[in-house]
């Protein structure tokens, strides 16, 4: 069970102050029934809440695409730059945070979520959960690159990635495949066999791929499909 105008706020209907105004103003009802206190308790899972003629569901998790601009940073909190979270509006209250990091001048596909678990097992890196990305570099890559890659290019700090695959596009364009994460990886990649990355974009996050209609900047929650692929063993 849990309080009206919880549940109401964790949807998104405004802060907890203006739903407990919708509650007393008479616009939400419980299995029928209009109810005007806002401390009732409802069974959130069997109960049928209706807000404004809206049937609502309540979720416990959340899960939300952005397509990350550039000059935000992957964190829920930053001293001198902006977050993905601001950048999302009507969640404030659900604890949501990015499953992994972009730099902050990479762009692309970063899931938002509230759930520990699934996030945790698609960032354990014995999942070795597979990441794509469109990239443009300066440059010229060393023309072994892919042994040097299935082989296991060895970057800077001496760490030796896992096999990776790159697909030139022709005209310094390129998109590459990692299995990993670690830290500035695709642009220390690119540095190994010869090149500087001047543009980094993430197209694609284990099976789910960045939705086209989605600006730079936008976001739109996971439909149940999305879900269920994110969570596929
Ligand atoms: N690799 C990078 O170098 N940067 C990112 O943001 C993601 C992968």
Known sequence: MIRLDKIL???GYGS?????????????????????NDDYKV??????????????????FIYLMLNKPQGVVSATTDYNNSTVLDLIDGYEKRNLFPIGRLDIDTEGLLILTNDGELSH????????VS???YLEYEGKLNKNYEKMLEEGLLISE??????????LLGDNKAEIIITEGKFHQVKRMIEALGGNVTYLKRIKFKNLELDSNLKLGEYRKLTKEEIDKLREE
């Not at 960032?123 to 070795?128: D, I, M, W, Y």
């Not at 896992?162 to 697909?167: G, R, V």
């Open 158 to 167: 001496g760490y030796k990635c896992l096999p990776a695959k790159l697909n």
């Open 131 to 133: 990441k794509t990305y």
């Open 121 to 128: 097992k698609l960032l354990s890196p014995k999942n070795h």
């Open 43 to 60: 069974d959130e899972l069997n109960d049928e809440i209706i807000i404004f003629d809206n049937n609502i569901k309540y979720d416990e």
């Open 9 to 11: 706020a964790h949807m």
């Open 16 to 36: 907890r102050k203006e739903v407990k105004e919708l509650i007393r103003k008479g616009y939400v009802s419980i299995n029928g029934d209009i109810v005007k």
